[in-house]
């Protein structure tokens, strides 16, 4: 069974970069069987993809976020890591991982994904 562990830190300053940490168990990073996904939801707000990685290491990114946004990977410790550029207040959220066992584009329907993690806050605040 997949498991995903979001970690990273709870606040961060405007202008500084967000790094956060997705750790799968249950499954090999470089497996073909998933795609790994970013997520996050604003307060009040919906969901928003925001980019995923597949086994082989590709990676494909929000139009609205692909100037600030990197996803890579670290097969020695099956993690997968999301880097944010120059975030703003706007950045807030509860940022999630997500698995998904094929790759549509900007999903944000929940039963798209097959295992989320639980979700980690960001509170971007000077």
């Known amino acids: 069974q997949v498991q995903l562990q979001e970690s990273g830190p709870g606040l961060v300053k405007p202008s500084q970069t967000l790094s956060l940490t997705c750790t799968v168990s249950?499954?090999?990073?470089?497996?073909?069987?998933?795609?790994w996904n970013w997520l996050r939801q604003p307060p009040g707000k919906g969901l928003e993809w925001m980019g995923v990685?597949?086994?082989?290491?590709?990676?494909w990114y929000s139009p609205s976020l692909k100037n600030r946004l990197s996803i890579s990977r670290d097969t020695s410790k099956n993690q997968v890591t999301l880097q944010l550029l120059s975030v703003t207040p706007e950045d807030t959220a509860v940022y999630y991982c997500?698995?998904?066992?094929?790759?549509?584009?900007?999903?944000?329907?929940?039963?798209?994904?097959?295992?989320w993690g639980q979700g980690t806050q960001v509170t971007v605040s000077s």
């Open positions: 990685i597949s086994g082989s290491g590709g990676a």
């Open positions: 997500a698995a998904a066992k094929t790759f549509i584009m900007s999903s944000t329907t929940k039963d798209h994904y097959d295992t």
């Open positions: 249950g499954a090999s990073i470089r497996t073909e069987t998933y795609f």
